[in-house]
């Protein structure tokens, strides 16, 4: 099983992946469900971060078979992969369309060159009836795109190793 997707120079861009046979697709990667949690409050948002107020959270805890079922709502997950952008690149994440067939979405922000964790990302389950997910589900297809050249800046911020 193979565990890391390489560029051409041998640097992981993804690495700790379930089975990446399986996850690469044509046109990028799939990321897999690690751990969900609930919002438990209200955060803050401003111009500067220092004011930045990340909600509190609590874990949703799998079944003894690996499966969660989750209510409709928005619940913030992670990925089990850990995703290293190359400073000449950038990715973006986009929803599986089995995922959307289900009424549910996972929009995600613009993954800037330099970062390295595992990602997390919004789930929003529109589905009256909810949405059961197993461990491991495969949620998201992620896309690498060149910026052209090397960023001067790479990312440095709060999330810079988030899971490691």
């Given at each position: 099983?193979?565990?890391?997707?390489?560029?051409?120079?041998?640097?992981?861009?993804?690495?700790?992946?379930?089975?990446?046979?399986?996850?690469?697709?044509?046109?990028?990667?799939?990321?897999?469900?690690?751990?969900?949690?609930?919002?438990?409050?209200?955060?803050?948002?401003?111009f500067d971060n220092v004011e930045r107020v990340l909600p509190p959270t609590e874990?949703?805890?799998?079944?003894?078979?690996?499966?969660?079922?989750l209510e409709a709502g928005a619940y913030k997950i992670r990925f089990n992969e850990?995703?290293?952008?190359?400073?000449?690149?950038?990715?973006?994440?986009?929803?599986?369309?089995?995922?959307?067939?289900?009424?549910?979405?996972?929009?995600?922000a613009l993954w800037d060159s330099g970062y390295r964790g595992k990602g997390e990302?919004?789930?929003?389950?529109?589905?009256?009836?909810?949405?059961?997910?197993?461990?491991?589900?495969?949620?998201?297809?992620?896309?690498?795109?060149?910026?052209?050249?090397?960023?001067?800046?790479?990312?440095?911020?709060?999330?810079?190793?988030?899971?490691?």
């Amino acid at each position: 099983m193979q565990q890391s997707l390489e560029d051409r120079t041998g640097a992981a861009f993804v690495e700790d992946a379930v089975d990446l046979v399986v996850q690469t697709q044509p046109n990028g990667v799939e990321l897999t469900l690690a751990s969900v949690h609930r919002f438990l409050g209200a955060g803050a948002l401003a111009f500067d971060n220092v004011e930045r107020v990340l909600p509190p959270t609590e874990d949703v805890a799998f079944d003894s078979e690996g499966w969660v079922r989750l209510e409709a709502g928005a619940y913030k997950i992670r990925f089990n992969e850990t995703v290293s952008v190359p400073n000449d690149r950038f990715a973006i994440a986009r929803p599986r369309s089995s995922l959307l067939r289900m009424g549910a979405s996972l929009p995600s922000a613009l993954w800037d060159s330099g970062y390295r964790g595992k990602g997390e990302a919004l789930l929003v389950v529109y589905n009256p009836y909810g949405l059961r997910l197993r461990r491991h589900a495969r949620l998201v297809q992620l896309v690498f795109f060149h910026a052209g050249q090397e960023v001067e800046h790479p990312y440095d911020g709060q999330f810079q190793g988030t899971g490691l």
